[in-house]
């Protein structure tokens, strides 16, 4: 017993015992508190004779969603309003994230453009939708929309689309016999190209002689089908809205609050993507640019084949923050009324009282799409990574 | 204001029923009010009528009445409430989590929320039911009529419910818009983001009589569903809860007996020749002991709010902008349903 102390003394002493002890400690206490959080709910709960599970997800929602990607009516579950929820929340996500790239690339490369009106008005909008809420931005988008005339005055685009304060309607497609043709045409030609740029590089790689692969591709990719749709008599019919009553009927809908939040939150984010792509292009040495006007590359050439390759190492990592940031933000939603799985959970969590089980899928959804962005976007990364030669 | 408030709400629910102390039981609602020294009433964001805000900017209406009427049977002073705001989706989790203590904003007593979500009804302070607000200019008649339109229906509410049944049942198509509250609702409808705002038809009023020119709007004939709204509070706290029903039920009497704010000081001194008024106002019995309170709780009671007659004609009657006529809200005598319990 007597030598204990001083070889705990010695054990103490050593860094890495005395590390291992201590994450060891960290981690026993978080445990803990985990543990202490779970019993102390399970307590309050029965106190409170509240009933927990997933069991009501399958219970019939009797509510009815206005926007629905997929069949859904009030007699479908909880469970699959949820389900509507989350692809409305993934479509507004998509469609932001689309918008705000190409926003957002547009504005930082136009805030280093020689063209000072450009630049200035660059400048402005990226200074301008940063510095002022989203909320507001959303509300402002949601008046704007729902500020267009009515549906007897609607907007006509050559009477097939459709514009008034309920959105816009427009004609809706509907395959005919021999429309899958066009389709495995178009897929044809998507395939070709992506094997013309291959060989192309291969062809530059081997003898340094160019090929104009993306006129080729893109002759392709819209040629095909087009020759092919025209070929078969155009195999698609148009279910054009027609006016009824109180709305117009037949066609797509598409709601002001779904074109309020895909542009308020492309907007805003695209703002913070102009940040990083400028941020980019300038940490890209100066070297470069005039090594590749040395060379004889034109302006656009060397923006395209010298300086952004390099510069998206910069650009990705903070992209992926904002593609995070646009998806989450898209909670929003729920302040004009779209419904994205927020707003339709909310529902769900008022007509059932679930509050646990509906705030836990929340949470698991969100972090779910947040890992696989992350994920996809980090694997992107490693693709563009310079390769250190 | 638009804010996503179902969010804060949720997560404050969840925050409190995962941290909330172990010790903290559900029984001693009337021992938390009266250590707080004030009641959590949780209101309406805003109705004409039953719960809005005077030209001074202090809380008043039909529901906020009930509140001060409770205030006044456990404090004995009817300005010892704290408002707390609740939208139609985050009521329940408001109440859930002890973040009010009762729930006095226009809901519908229905088996689902009396049992499993774990509430009990007070009683029925107004009986409703579920109407269509529509444009005199649209030339609707009946709510048959509605196949195609647009309706602004409040989230979480019974009435959404309600309306997904009566569509379906009719074999009608409609677009639903989800507004959080009446204000959002009001403002769609006047923006024509809907041709039709449904909700319960006191609300519906409300909201008429506060539309620009309310003539150029009509409630549509049909009443779609029974709403009888009413206080709640949590299950499991029976002192509570008896609490919420007398004291609803004092309102009720006084209008049978002919109490009012006005005469209720003076009947209470003397015996009246009514044995059951006397034991309502303490003069006699002791009813006020047996649910923890003070003898004059009745009293109090009556003296900060008037009977249910003169609540109901000082914000919903036909002197209001409202113009609601009693209807069902009257007394059994007088052709109603309103029946008070005995006060024995």
């Known amino acids: 017993m007597a030598a204990s102390g001083p070889s705990v003394a010695r054990a103490w002493s050593n860094e890495r015992v005395r590390a291992l002890v201590v994450q060891a400690a960290v981690l026993a206490g978080i445990v803990a508190l985990l543990a202490w959080l779970v019993a102390n709910t399970a307590h309050n709960l029965e106190t409170r ?24 009516s009030s007699r479908s579950s909880f469970g699959r309003a949820l389900l509507v929820g989350l692809l409305n929340t993934l479509l507004v996500s998509a469609l932001g994230i689309v918008a705000a790239t190409i926003l957002g690339f547009a504005a930082g490369m136009l805030r280093l453009s020689r063209n000072w009106l450009m630049a200035r008005l660059a400048t402005a909008y990226v200074e301008f939708t940063r510095n002022v809420p989203l909320l507001l931005q959303l509300i402002f988008w949601w008046s704007l929309l729902t500020g267009l005339p009515g549906v007897q005055d609607s907007l006509s685009l050559g009477n097939v ?51 104009p692969v993306a006129a080729i591709a893109i ?86 084949k010298v300086v952004l390759p390099q510069a998206l190492c910069a650009i990705v990592p903070p992209l992926t923050s904002q593609y995070l940031n646009l998806t989450k933000n898209s909670s929003l939603a729920v302040a004009i009324g779209y419904q994205d799985l927020v707003s339709v959970g909310g529902t769900v969590l008022n007509q059932s009282g679930r509050a646990l089980e509906v705030v836990s899928i929340w949470i698991v959804v969100y ?22 030669r | 204001m638009r804010t996503p408030r179902a969010w804060i709400a949720a997560a404050a629910a969840v925050a409190t029923v995962t941290l909330s102390g172990i010790g903290v039981t559900n029984a001693a609602t009337l021992e938390d009010v009266r250590a707080a020294g004030t009641l959590k009433c949780g209101i309406n964001t805003g109705l004409p009528g039953f719960a ?72 029925v302070s107004y009986y409703d039911g579920q109407g269509f607000l529509i444009r005199r200019s649209l030339r609707v008649a009946s709510a048959k009529e509605l196949n195609g339109a647009s309706v602004c229906i409040q989230r979480g509410t019974t009435t959404e419910l309600n309306l997904a049944d009566y569509f379906r049942a009719n074999n009608l198509r409609y677009e639903p818009v989800p507004i959080a509250d009446n204000e959002e ?17 006191s609300a519906l009023a409300a909201t008429k009589s506060a539309l620009q020119n309310p003539n150029d709007h009509m409630i549509l004939p049909e009443v779609i569903s029974k709403e009888p709204l009413g206080p709640l509070v949590r299950q ?90 009693r209807g069902l809200n009257a007394l059994y005598k007088n052709g109603g349903v309103l029946y008070p319990l005995p006060m024995r």
């Open chain 1, 49 to 72: 004779g509240l009933k927990t599970g997933f069991g009501f997800l399958k219970d019939p929602a009797f509510f009815d969603i206005n926007q629905k990607l997929i069949e859904y």
């Open chain 2, 185 to 201: 609702a009001r403002v769609a409808y006047v923006a024509g983001r809907c041709d039709v705002y449904t909700a319960d038809a």
């Open chain 2, 52 to 123: 809005y805000t005077d030209d001074r900017g202090t809380w008043t209406g039909f529901d906020v009445a009930y509140c001060q009427a409770l205030a006044a049977a456990v404090l004995g002073d009817p300005t010892k409430v704290r408002y707390v705001n609740v939208s139609a989706a985050n009521r329940f989790t408001a109440l859930a989590s002890g973040e009010i203590d009762v729930l006095s904003r226009n809901t519908t007593w229905t088996f689902q929320r009396d049992n499993e979500l774990g509430f009990t009804f007070a009683g």
């Open chain 2, 236 to 325: 499991g706290d029976e002192r509570w809860s008896d609490i919420a029903r007398w004291t609803l039920n004092v309102l009720l009497a006084a209008e049978e007996y002919g109490v009012t704010q006005a005469n209720v000081r003076d009947m209470a001194r003397a015996a009246t020749p009514n044995p059951e008024v006397n034991r309502m106002l303490g003069s006699e019995g002791s009813l006020g002991a047996m649910l923890g309170l003070a003898p004059n709780w009745a009293v109090n009671v009556i003296a900060a709010v008037g009977n249910y007659g003169e609540m109901f004609e000082r914000y919903l009657g036909a002197r209001t902008p409202l113009g609601l006529p």
């Open chain 1, 219 to 304: 002759g392709l990719i819209v040629g095909v089908p087009t020759t092919l749709f025209l070929a078969l008599g155009q195999p698609l019919a148009w279910d054009v809205p027609q006016p009824g009553r109180f709305n117009f009927t037949g066609g797509i809908q598409v709601t002001p609050e779904l074109v309020a939040l895909w542009w308020a939150l492309s907007v805003y984010t695209g703002a913070f993507i102009a940040e990083g792509v400028r941020g980019g292009i300038l940490s890209v040495a100066r070297g470069q640019t005039e090594a590749a006007y040395a060379l004889g590359l034109s302006r656009g050439a060397t923006m395209r």
């Open chain 1, 161 to 211: 689309a459709f514009l008034n304060n309920r959105g816009a309607r427009l004609p809706a497609p509907s395959a005919e016999p021999g429309f899958g043709m066009v389709l495995a045409g178009a897929g044809m030609a998507v395939v070709a190209a992506i094997a013309v740029s291959a060989w192309a590089k291969r062809r530059r790689l081997a003898t340094g002689r160019g090929f």
């Open chain 1, 367 to 388: 972090l779910g799409l947040s890992l696989l962005t992350s994920l996809f976007m980090n694997w992107y990364n490693r693709r563009i990574a310079l390769v250190e």
